[in-house]
């Protein structure tokens, strides 16, 4: 059984004649321990079906199943504890806590989810891996956006999570931080049995992906090379 599934998922917004269907007839599966890339042009689809995929918002018909449970009928407790247990998110917009240091935002995190998560050796390896474990004792607004996006990076792994979603992981990144993100991406699937979804326009990815999909005008397929 597939760790995440969506089938026949279609989301549209608005009504009548301004109705816009982002999402049609999407069906999709992946596995523990697999990499996979969305990859599209801009408003494609790409980051609505990561937020009905990570049980963000809710498709307008069709089934998600996350870890075998269908959550189309969960209530709002039941997919926040889903989230919380299941999931760990890369943002775009890194969704750091301003007036926390960074290393508060990992005692935050280790507070909200309290089981399972790294130990600190292995969050300082973690942190040594994506060359940020010297800005500890900054805030934020004293960090470049690579910097923020590689603090994001390891705020979402340092949960375990058996599922990670990411939304542009590397674009604020430059080639190198791109090979470590990417290398990193793969130990954890690859080692860890952690599955790794992510939607990108960065076309240097794609050589860390096991597959890849591509959605257009809300349709996705398969991408065989």
Do not use: W
Request: hydrophobic share 40%.
């Amino acid at each position: 059984m597939s760790l995440v599934s969506l089938k026949n998922v279609n989301k549209i917004y608005g009504k009548g004649s301004s109705q816009i269907k982002s999402l049609d007839n999407i069906n999709f599966a992946a596995d523990a321990g697999q990499v996979v890339l969305i990859e599209g042009p801009s408003g494609s689809g790409k980051s609505t079906f990561l937020t009905i995929l990570g049980a963000l918002q809710k498709a307008t018909s069709g089934q998600v199943i996350i870890s075998g449970e269908e959550i189309t009928a969960m209530n709002s407790k039941q997919l926040d504890q889903l989230r919380l247990n299941k999931i760990g998110f890369i943002l775009q917009s890194y969704a750091l806590v301003p007036y926390l240091k960074i290393r508060e935002q990992f005692v935050l995190a280790n507070i909200i989810k309290k089981t399972n998560n790294m130990q600190q050796l292995q969050l300082n390896n973690l942190l040594e891996q994506l060359q940020v474990n010297e800005l500890l004792d900054k805030y934020p607004k004293e960090l470049s956006g690579g910097q923020r996006q590689r603090i994001a990076i390891a705020r979402a792994l340092y949960t375990n999570p058996p599922i990670v979603l990411a939304d542009e992981p590397t674009a604020s990144l430059d080639s190198k931080c791109v090979t470590l993100v990417g290398q990193l991406f793969q130990q954890f699937a690859h080692q860890d049995g952690t599955l790794i979804v992510m939607v990108t326009h960065d076309q240097r990815l794609e050589q860390y992906a096991d597959v890849i999909y591509r959605i257009v005008d809300g349709k996705m397929d398969k991408r065989i090379d």
